[in-house]
């Protein structure tokens, strides 16, 4: 994968850019096997699990906020375009909720696991005295 620099807005183009370049490739292979027979189920699986979809999401909370809307505009349309290869189905999940998925994921394996590497950034607990509205956490 392209190398990802958080410093300015071109780098994370450049990464989503070089992402799709990568899976556009990987969609160009997937053509030539269903050509040779391969059946729909299959390239499916593959589509999602090993070529496209996983390298699109592959550490997508890490770099999503630095991107611009431009650049999922971008994620997108190539999703969109698999969708019209009949690589991923419409009732899949969207990008917007694969990636509050992940993102969710990876919150909660933070928050619940104090050895974990990110697990120090996060806010002392707070206590209330008193109760609003229920929250998802007790973070500050």
């Not at 807005?9 to 799709?20: C, F, R, Y």
Request: charged share 25%; net charge neutral; glycine share 4%.
């Amino acid at each position: 994968m392209v190398g990802v620099t958080i410093t300015n807005d071109l780098s994370i183009s450049e990464h989503v850019s070089g992402v799709i370049t990568k899976c556009a490739q990987s969609l160009h292979a997937l053509k030539i096997l269903c050509s040779h027979g391969m059946c729909d189920d299959a390239l499916n699986v593959i589509y999602k699990a090993a070529v496209v979809i996983a390298k699109v999401f592959y550490a997508i909370p890490a770099w999503w906020g630095f991107t611009a809307a431009f650049d999922r505009q971008k994620l997108d349309a190539f999703i969109r375009h698999g969708v019209r290869l009949k690589y991923y189905s419409r009732d899949d999940p969207t990008q917007a909720e694969l990636v509050d998925k992940l993102d969710e994921t990876l919150f909660t394996a933070v928050l619940h696991n104090d050895d974990h590497v990110l697990h120090y950034i996060l806010p002392d607990h707070r206590r209330n005295s008193y109760y609003l509205r229920p929250k998802r956490h007790d973070i500050a």
